[in-house]
């Protein structure tokens, strides 16, 4: 019984609804694709949103490591993290995860993928961000608050 609800726990965390995002975005770029506009080598532009994107999270997930804090939502932060990324956006690997998502998008080149990225914000703010956010301020209090004032939620 706890293996299985420990898998329910991983289904529901971040990687799961960015995996199933760029993955509804392939399906729909070759089911649905509407209009291309942008066509090869063009597309290799994306790249360059999906790097970045990808080096924002591993140096996240890693620097939340050296601090001693947790990088799993939900569970309780030892540390409020306030330089690196963090300096300028409250929650750099959701928003590394979303420029990986735009560099899919224009990488596949046509019109249909974009549709999947307002879900994908929309469900990021209210399933995550919202929820730890609470428990921040709630554990940090007025530290946390003071960087809410200072620092946007996403850029």
């Known amino acids: 019984m706890g ?14 609804y960015f995996n199933f995002s760029w993955i509804t975005m392939v399906i729909l770029n070759f089911t649905i694709p509407g209009y291309r ?70 990488f596949l080149g046509s019109l249909t993928p974009i549709l999947v990225l307002p ?5 990021i703010n209210r399933r995550f961000i919202s929820p730890e956010e609470a428990m921040l301020l709630d554990r940090f209090g007025e530290a946390y608050e003071k960087y809410q004032k200072r620092v946007r939620r996403w850029i």
């Open 119 to 123: 879900f994908f914000i929309l469900l």
């Open 3 to 16: 293996e299985k609800s420990e898998q329910v726990k991983r289904f529901r965390l971040p990687p799961t």
């Open 37 to 106: 506009f942008l066509l090869f080598p063009y597309t290799l532009v994306g790249i360059l949103l999906m790097v970045p994107g990808l080096w924002m999270n591993l140096w996240a997930s890693k620097y939340f490591n050296t601090v001693g804090t947790t990088v799993k939502p939900f569970q309780v932060s030892e540390q409020l993290v306030t330089t690196g990324f963090y300096r300028y956006s409250r929650h750099p690997m959701y928003l590394g995860m979303l420029l990986i998502l735009v560099g899919v998008f224009l």
